[in-house]
């Protein structure tokens, strides 16, 4: 629907049509979905290609599709399919779509998405990681409670973020701006953040939703800290978050 109130139609595919010029392909799949993918957008006739998810290793796309011309970004898009199933989207009106290319700001902002341009967006979405992980498994653990997580989940979830955030320092990358005051929270106020947020219900229920891509930005982290004995506290750390529901 355009912002005038006239609805637009919207063709679905089975697949991408590879030959189509289009202007813009946007990709909004999960990490670890995307490599089935990555052959047809290679081959595809886009003149650009756009990423709009959370991504701890977004170089890895930036590898395998050489010579294309690509974007990377996190969408403030909520959306979930309700007990009816259908399709419910909630459009942030404080947060804001953030992109590396200044024209897909323009674009989403005439749509009517909140935009903003992120130049380090590579490494906003690297650091972020971390918080994607704590904040998507306290709420898959409070959500099986059904009344939020225990103190003791949070905290082994503000434990697996700072250890991301360790990982991350140890292998030499240089801390992300917005991230600079979640490191440097305390554990017991991190704890604290992350064990209400499990507690707000609506919240709770959509986070949850992504603990398959929680655990495979967890697997991720640690992935990239395997061969290094000196990030085996912090790769530990990050182990712990997967496990959904601790007992206390």
Known sequence: MLQSGERVPVNV???LDEEAP???????TKAFQVDAFLPALLRSKAASLHFLFANFN???????????????????????????????ISISKRQKTLHSD????????????????????????????????????????GERRHSGATWREARTMARGAKGGFAILRGLGYEMHSSKKSLNGMPLFALTFLLWMVSKMKDFRVLLASGEREARAEADAIMAAAAKDPALAVARKAVAATKIPCLTG
């Open 13 to 15: 595919a089975d697949s």
């Open 22 to 28: 289009f202007d813009l392909v946007i990709v909004t």
């Open 58 to 88: 977004p170089e890895r796309i930036r590898d395998a599709l050489p010579g294309r011309r690509l974007a990377f970004g996190m969408p403030s898009i909520q959306s979930w399919i309700d007990a009816d199933g259908a399709i419910k």
């Open 102 to 141: 200044q024209r897909w700001v323009e674009l989403f902002e005439t749509a009517g998405l909140p935009s903003a341009f992120e130049a380090d967006m590579m490494g906003w979405l690297r650091w972020h990681a971390p918080m994607t992980v704590a904040f998507e498994m306290v709420c898959v653990a």
